[in-house]
């Protein structure tokens, strides 16, 4: 596993924007496809981008597709989600997560993922 941690949340107002970032441990980074996920309250985590090792494959949930954009540094061992257009629905407790890939892809599935940070609070509201 790899360790990680969230950082970038806070508090904006709809249509605002936020940049969540996520610090990995080690170079062993390279070889994880990252995902970012969410959870609200009192519903089940979702899974909202994730991105291959390479950092040539990117899936989106229909929900933030054109508003969100994930990228990673392979060289800082840091990968982020930049949020824009923020809605209240975006609301919620993020985390980054990471699964050691070799096929080079990126799967939104939440039990692939091995090494989760701890979250990072997002509040959208007026």
């Known amino acids: 596993q790899v360790e990680l941690q969230e950082s970038g949340g806070g508090l904006a107002l709809p249509g605002g924007s936020l940049r969540l970032t996520c610090q990995g441990s080690?170079?062993?980074?390279?070889?994880?496809?990252l995902g970012w996920f969410r959870q609200a309250p009192g519903k089940e985590i979702e899974a909202v981008s994730c991105?291959?090792?390479?950092?040539?494959?990117?899936e989106y949930v229909d929900s933030v597709k054109g508003r969100f954009t994930i990228t990673r540094d392979n060289t800082k061992n840091v990968f982020s989600l930049q949020m824009s257009s923020l809605k209240p629905e975006d609301t919620a407790t993020y985390f980054c997560?990471?699964?050691?890939?070799?096929?080079?892809?990126?799967?939104?599935?939440?039990?692939?993922?091995?090494?989760w940070g701890r979250g990072t609070q997002v509040t959208v509201s007026s």
């Open positions: 991105i291959s090792k390479g950092g040539g494959m990117t």
């Open positions: 997560a990471a699964y050691y890939n070799l096929e080079g892809n990126c799967v939104m599935t939440p039990a692939r993922f091995t090494s």
């Open positions: 080690s170079p062993i980074f390279d070889y994880h496809a």
